[in-house]
T-cell receptor
Framework: QKEVEQNSGPLSVPEGAIASLNCTYS??????FFWYRQYSGKSPELIMS????GDKEDGRFTAQLNKASQYVSLLIRDSQPSDSATYLC???????????FGTGTKLQVIP | KAGVTQTPRYLIKTRGQQVTLSCSPI?????VSWYQQTPGQGLQFLFE???????NKGNFPGRFSGRQFSNSRSEMNVSTLELGDSALYLC??????????????FGEGSRLTVL
């Protein structure tokens, strides 16, 4: 079983719609999660961090963490073509625990 | 604040050679981790260093090694290169603590092509 699973997509949404990206994880000890965005040909950049159960909002982005169900999601409201990228989910590496990324979900926002 | 700097950005090697990649973290960051990214395997963790100590290593052969210096700069080395080592090698730095790695800030990567 993979430690972090994401639907590879592509996920296509029309401009202005809500994009919903999901990630499940197997390590119940994972406490915090990060979402990274990677544009084609570029390196990943951190866009959201979530450290506790519930929702965290930052502009058009909302991260949701449900530890009981072992999933974390990222909602992008009012999706823009500039949001088209691959989104990577990763639990926080903890000291002697390695960092594991999901395979990433490719999002395409159609104008 | 300067970001993470990786050198060289591009390099071409032949099978059997070795390569050394360098990473200068963001000032004040004590954790440096390395990743291999290929289209087929995604982003794979290589190893992480914190205060010059390797804390963890991913599932890569011993040909992949690294080190961290007292100024937090890090190098990784790949010996006896194989065609399958062709990839984008990413370095990321973070503030890190004794118990966590924290938010990662990535460099632009070193793209290695093995012929």
């Amino acid at each position: 079983q993979k430690e972090v699973e994401q639907n590879s997509g592509p996920l296509s949404v029309p401009e202005g719609a809500i994009a919903s990206l999901n990630c499940t994880y197997s390590d119940r000890g994972s406490q915090s999660f990060f979402w990274y965005r990677q544009y084609s040909g570029k390196s990943p950049e951190l866009i959201m961090s979530i450290y506790s159960n519930g929702d965290k909002e930052d502009g058009r982005f909302t991260a949701q963490l449900n530890k009981a169900s072992q999933y974390v999601s990222l909602l992008i409201r009012d999706s823009q073509p500039s949001d088209s990228a691959t989104y990577l989910c990763a639990p926080e590496g903890g000291g002697y625990q390695k960092v594991t990324f999901g395979t990433g979900t490719k999002l395409q926002v159609i104008p | 604040k300067a970001g993470v700097t990786q050198t060289p950005r591009y390099l071409i090697k032949t099978r059997g050679q070795q390569v050394t990649l360098s990473c200068s973290p963001i000032s004040g960051h004590r954790s440096v981790s390395w990743y291999q990214q290929t289209p087929g395997q995604g982003l794979q963790f290589l190893f992480e260093y914190f205060s010059e100590t390797q804390r963890n290593k991913g599932n890569f052969p011993g040909r992949f090694s690294g080190r961290q210096f007292s100024n937090s700069r890090s190098e990784m080395n790949v010996s006896t290169l194989e065609l399958g080592d062709s990839a984008l090698y990413l370095c990321a730095s973070s503030t890190g603590t004794s118990g966590s790695i924290g938010e990662l800030f990535f460099g632009e990567g070193s793209r290695l092509t093995v012929l």
